[in-house]
């Protein structure tokens, strides 16, 4: 293998060659253009006897390409170590994130100017953005796990007394059983829209939908899930055109109210949309407590959790923004006297 020549000498060697080189051709250049010259006596020959080259020439002209070569070799070294110094720290913090150190940084280099000093930059955000991902991850592994956990341990509780003769398998625990079946599933569907969202691969099928249409034909549905637990619904819908994967709003206002299910006092749940010359937004507010202060800006976060509620997984508003989010929109919280209001925003289509 043959060893490596350090960028600041191949700089220095290239500059000095060139400016080597750049001083030959100038000379061998005035020699030829002169004797031309001579030719067509544009210009007057020399006297009989008089030397066209004398040594003093020649000492001249090695002594410029001398002082020239020096020169260049200044300027590239100083030049190198302003280029060499920031590529080599950013390769030194590779190298150092390779083995593992997520935490590596590159300082502050004076050196860095221009494409350089943006380099750096671009390289710590990359690393600002490795280390939350992996962090991320520890805890996307800890609270999925903590999430399964629950439901198969009552799962395989259930059926290991069925089996043992403990519980009967009767109606009412098979019935027990399909509801943990449908809280895995649910979570396993939440857990999957919010990694293609965060991946940008939650793929949408767009059609121009009726808002007021799709969310009245919810209607029925959403009455089954308010009504037992001593809600009422209030639809209060204004028609109007966007673009948008019908499947997934009707996921994201599922996840709404069933989150205003979960935490809000019952009252009667109140769903409207509002439209701009722009934007259509649908409102799902409830009279609840609404969020806390100091949680009201990670409530939308995967595993966010204001306060524990037996079934939740913490994942419903983060499944709403990432569908918001995947249409071109977002999904706040706001907070009037009366009312707790989650808002889903989506661009409206230009065919309304």
């Known amino acids: 293998m043959k ?46 006897g008089v030397e066209d080259t004398t040594w003093l020439d020649v000492t001249i002209t090695l002594s410029v390409c001398v002082v020239g070569v020096l020169l260049a070799w200044l300027v590239a ?60 991850m520890k805890v996307w592994n800890a609270q999925i796990a903590h999430e399964l956990r629950t ?40 857990l999957r829209s919010v990694s293609l969202a965060d991946s940008g691969q939650l793929h949408l099928m767009l059609s121009d939908v009726d808002l007021a249409a799709e969310l009245s034909e919810m209607t029925p549905i959403l009455s089954s899930m308010l009504t037992p637990a001593g809600f009422g619904l209030d639809m209060a819908l204004r028609p109007g055109t966007v673009r948008a994967d019908p499947a997934r709003i009707r996921q994201a206002i599922l996840a709404l109210v069933d989150n205003a299910r979960r935490h809000a006092d019952p009252c009667v749940l109140r769903i409207s949309t509002e439209w701009t010359d722009e934007t259509a937004a649908i409102t799902v507010a409830d009279r609840g407590p609404g969020l806390a202060a100091g949680f009201q800006d990670h ?24 569908i918001a989010r995947a249409h071109g929109g977002d999904a706040t919280y706001a907070r009037s006297a009366d009312w707790a209001m989650f808002r889903i925003i989506l661009p409206r289509s230009t065919a309304s």
Do not use: C, K, W
């Open 3 to 48: 060893p490596r020549i350090s960028l600041t000498r191949q700089l220095a060697v290239a500059m000095a060659a060139q400016a080597t080189i750049a001083t030959m051709v100038s000379t061998a250049a005035f020699y030829i253009v002169y004797g031309v010259l001579e030719r067509e006596r544009i210009v007057s020959p020399l006297p009989p």
């Open 77 to 136: 070294v100083r030049l190198a170590r302003r280029i060499v110094r920031p590529l080599g720290a950013v390769g030194e913090a590779a190298h150092r994130i390779a083995e593992g150190d997520l935490a590596t940084r590159v300082a502050v280099i004076g050196e860095a100017h221009g494409e350089t000093a943006q380099l750096i930059a671009d390289f710590n955000a990359m690393a600002d953005r490795l280390q939350r991902m992996s962090d991320d």
């Open 151 to 190: 439901p198969l341990t009552i799962f395989r509780g259930r059926l290991q007394g069925a089996r043992d003769g403990v519980f009967a398998l009767d109606e009412a625990l098979i019935v027990g059983l399909m509801q943990q079946v449908e809280g895995l599933t649910r979570l396993v569907e939440d």
């Open 299 to 322: 409530a939308f976060r995967q595993f966010a959790r204001g306060m524990p509620t037996p079934g939740g997984s913490g994942l419903g508003l983060a499944v709403v923004q990432s």
